[in-house]
């Protein structure tokens, strides 16, 4: 029987022998990658030899201490069973390296298939009763897998015996692998690390988006980032504002069809106004009452769902029509939508407006993307109320300068509604409320109802903006020709469910905003079902002339089409929360943060049993998981 030196020897041919297995099953993660420079290529051969490795490491240092423990200190106890000691010695191996090379297989399938690795949404589904049945795998896939899995056991065990036969055969022929090749071999490797952590590095610094988009094709990967490091250097770097890449980025497949167009004989203007932070119970008679009156002209939707808690997943989803966590790779590949190709293919004037930064968020980079710059206005004040102002005289300037003969686009972000919460004394309706407004000096506990008044007041500023707006266009007989839409990016929580702010939680005062959509010729409607920020897009592109179906470029549906809406997804930076009459469910898309899924009736109420929602409902969640992947490179539609 193998003594214990033997048996490390073994080992390291075992582990170099499922070094190599597992590079060659990672081959797949990269089957969609493009290699169009050397930069790129270079990444992607160091990044899967390295990554590799890396798998592998847990299950190496794991056999390594086994093997430890069973040489020294439990030599004396097992020197008479050496059989027991090679079983558990090559048997902890074997197990660790059968468990790695399975997690990469079922890791490259969810990619394959998905777009993106295993994570918090795919543990959820695989966890639950019925989840394998939902995702395809019937009690025939669950076998098969199970015979897989068996499979790769022997595979296992085959390899070490073949190993085994191997070292007998070469200790005959006086031959044997020198032990120093394999700490070459090691060496190698950790430049290649080094390497490839550079390379990510530069390419992140020179914004090189080959080796970002990359990165995304292998599972775990750790992004090193050295623009801090050559600032202080003295290298001259362009620093953008606002969020930095995240390596969660890969390539899109987006339209999933080429788009057909028959550009209408009388294209309509379109006017859009978003206001930040602005929640759908605001839009109220007392409090907005310009707004009120025009929304009674137009189609007013009371039930309609932002697609994030927070700026960017709430217009990223209004513009694109897609779920919130592509915001990564159409901002990795500065992807502006569809929607405004389609605009500037027909030759509109754009007239683009905020309060905020088209840079942070990054609308510049994303939504605006092929928009020139001169045509991105943003001005600023110390008090949000002041830029709305100089903003909207600024469009409504725009529009009387424009070229009649042509359509236009007009886009206006208002600030108003913004913490801290803007307006002139002329705007004040409701008193008392907190004056200084102090974020170390104020109390949650007792000023809240304070700071709600605040509010109060800055959405009637917001109502005397949005109505200059409707004044001019009624008074220039525009209205008959202009598409006009008025929503916010997401709500505001005054403390009803232990939060103040956004961006925190998906409860309704988070996400619940207004929408109100003139069309012309339309009468004055109101509608109580179920909407999203994912339905614009699918509403306005027919009207620009679209024919495909809106499932080539979105994830919603017509506004005023037949099919109903029977559930959402909302989505933040790391999670997404899908809602239906009945049900919200908090879902984390890292595989960390399982433990944070938190499910509650769709009014917010905890639930005795959670567990019911995923077993009624895994038909909705499968279709929710083929949606994240939908749009991406590579992925099965």
Not at 148 to 164: E, F, H, K, P
Request: aromatic share 12%; charged share 20%; net charge neutral.
């Amino acid at each position: 029987m193998l003594q214990a030196d033997q048996r490390l020897r073994l080992l390291h041919h075992y582990f170099f022998v499922s070094y190599l297995v597992v590079v060659g099953l990672s081959l797949g993660f990269i089957n969609g990658v493009a290699l169009h420079d050397l930069q790129t290529g270079f990444f992607v051969i160091a990044t899967l030899l390295s990554s590799s490795f890396f798998y592998l490491l847990p299950a190496l240092v794991l056999s390594k201490s086994v093997h430890f423990l069973l040489a020294v200190p439990l030599g004396r106890v097992l020197e008479s069973r050496k059989t027991l000691a090679a079983v558990l010695d090559l048997g902890v191996a074997m197990g660790a390296v059968a468990l790695v090379e399975l997690l990469v297989l079922a890791d490259r399938s969810v990619f394959s298939l998905f777009g993106f690795h295993i994570n918090g949404f795919v543990v959820n589904l695989v966890t639950t009763p019925g989840g394998m049945e939902s995702m395809g795998a019937g009690g025939s896939a669950i076998l098969i897998g199970g015979v897989g899995i068996l499979a790769l056991g022997l595979a296992q065990a085959l390899v070490l015996w073949l190993l085994y036969k191997a070292r007998l055969t070469a200790k005959q022929r006086s031959f044997s692998l020198p032990g120093r090749l394999y700490r070459y071999g090691l060496m190698v490797i950790v430049l290649l690390g080094v390497s490839e952590k550079a390379t990510y590095g530069m390419s992140h610094l020179q914004d090189f988006k080959g080796v970002l988009v990359a990165a995304h094709a292998f599972p775990l990967y750790q992004p090193l980032t050295i623009r801090s490091l050559a600032e202080k250097l003295g290298v001259e770097v362009k620093r953008q504002e606002g969020l930095e890449f995240d390596n969660d980025i890969s390539q899109l497949s987006y339209p999933a069809q080429p788009l057909q167009v028959t550009v209408p004989a009388k294209p309509l203007n379109i006017v859009w106004l978003v206001a930040e932070s602005w929640r759908a119970d605001m839009l109220d008679p007392e409090i907005m009452p310009e707004t009120w009156k025009f929304s009674r002209q137009g189609q007013r939707f009371t039930n309609h769902f932002s697609g994030g808690n927070g700026t960017r997943m709430g217009l990223f989803s209004m513009f694109y029509g897609v779920y919130g966590p592509y915001w990564f790779s159409f901002l990795g590949e500065r992807r502006q939508p569809v929607m405004m190709d389609v605009l500037q293919d027909q030759g509109y004037q754009f007239g683009l407006y905020t309060s905020a930064k088209f840079s942070y968020p990054e609308f510049d980079k994303t939504i605006f993307a092929g928009m020139p710059e001169a045509l991105l206005h943003s001005h600023q004040e110390s008090v949000g109320w002041k830029a709305d102002r100089h903003n909207v005289g600024e469009m409504l300037n725009f529009m009387k300068k424009r070229d009649a003969a042509r359509p236009f686009m007009s886009f206006m972000f208002f600030e108003s509604p913004h913490a801290s919460y803007y307006f002139p004394e002329e705007s004040v309706i409701r008193r008392p409320y907190l004056e200084d407004f102090n974020y170390a000096t104020m109390s949650l506990d007792k000023d809240i109802a304070l700071i709600r008044n605040r509010y109060i007041n800055s959405c009637h500023h917001l109502d005397s903006q949005f109505a200059r707006v409707f004044a001019y266009l009624e008074e220039n007989d525009l209205l008959d020709t202009t598409i006009v839409i008025i929503t916010g990016d997401h709500g505001e929580e005054f403390m009803e469910r232990g939060r103040w702010g956004h961006n925190s939680d998906f409860n309704k005062e988070q996400v619940q905003v207004p929408l109100v959509i003139r069309l012309p010729g339309k009468a004055g409607t109101e509608t109580n079902r179920m909407t999203s920020h994912l339905d614009i897009p699918p509403t306005l592109l027919p009207l620009l002339g679209v024919t495909n179906d809106s499932s080539d470029y979105a994830q919603g549906f017509d506004l005023f089409g037949p099919i109903e809406r029977k559930f959402t997804l909302i989505a933040d930076w790391s999670r997404v929360c899908y809602v239906d009459g009945e049900y919200k469910a908090v879902i984390p898309l890292k595989t960390s943060g399982v433990l944070n899924s938190k499910t509650t009736t769709s009014d917010d109420e905890p639930l005795a049993d959670s567990a019911l929602f995923y077993k009624t409902h895994m038909n909705s969640l499968q279709e929710v998981l083929k949606g994240l992947g939908k749009f991406k490179r590579g992925s099965a539609s």
